[in-house]
């Protein structure tokens, strides 16, 4: 089931973002982060525990990035991402947000829904204040992606 979080799933969002921000795929997310953006984040709750997140995060009046989004491992090739992606879509086509984008690693991934490949510089610069937190920086290696709404 996916749902909106909540304050309760704070811990085990920041424990599926661990999970992979540990191997490189993705930025850490300090709990005080995830509070702070609690609002921004889906999970997709299975009977026991969340099996996965996705967040859409609002940048601009026109332009939104869907970040964190994680499936366990074993639940992966089942729909889960999918599901989730989809829901932060349907909420930034109802929030009138014209643009969407990801860096990923998952090319293709985002291109079932319609994300094309796009030069990173094309983003606009407030964008990139996460990036200062990443030990990547400043060679990015992640793909900047965007789909039109």
């Known amino acids: 089931m996916i749902r909106k979080a909540r304050i ?3 811990r085990a969002i920041q424990g599926l973002i661990e999970g992979s921000a540990s191997k490189g795929e993705m930025l850490h997310r300090s709990l005080s982060e995830i509070y702070d953006n609690i609002r921004d984040f889906y999970v997709f709750q299975g009977n026991r525990s969340l099996l996965g997140t996705c967040a859409l995060h ?3 009046e026109d332009l939104a990035e869907i970040r964190s989004l994680m499936v366990l ?18 909420e930034a086509k109802q929030l009138g947000i ?15 829904f319609g994300f094309g490949i796009v030069d990173k510089a094309t983003l606009p610069h407030k964008v990139w204040s996460d990036c200062l937190k990443c030990v990547k920086f400043p060679d ?8 039109q709404l």
Do not use: N, P
């Open 73 to 90: 491992e074993d639940e992966r090739r089942k729909g889960i991402g999918s599901k989730l992606v989809k829901a932060c879509l349907r």
């Open 58 to 60: 609002i940048c601009w």
């Open 140 to 147: 990015c290696d992640e793909i900047a992606m965007t789909l």
């Open 8 to 10: 309760v799933d704070v």
């Open 98 to 112: 014209r643009k969407v984008f990801a860096l990923t690693y998952e090319l293709s991934f985002f291109q079932k």
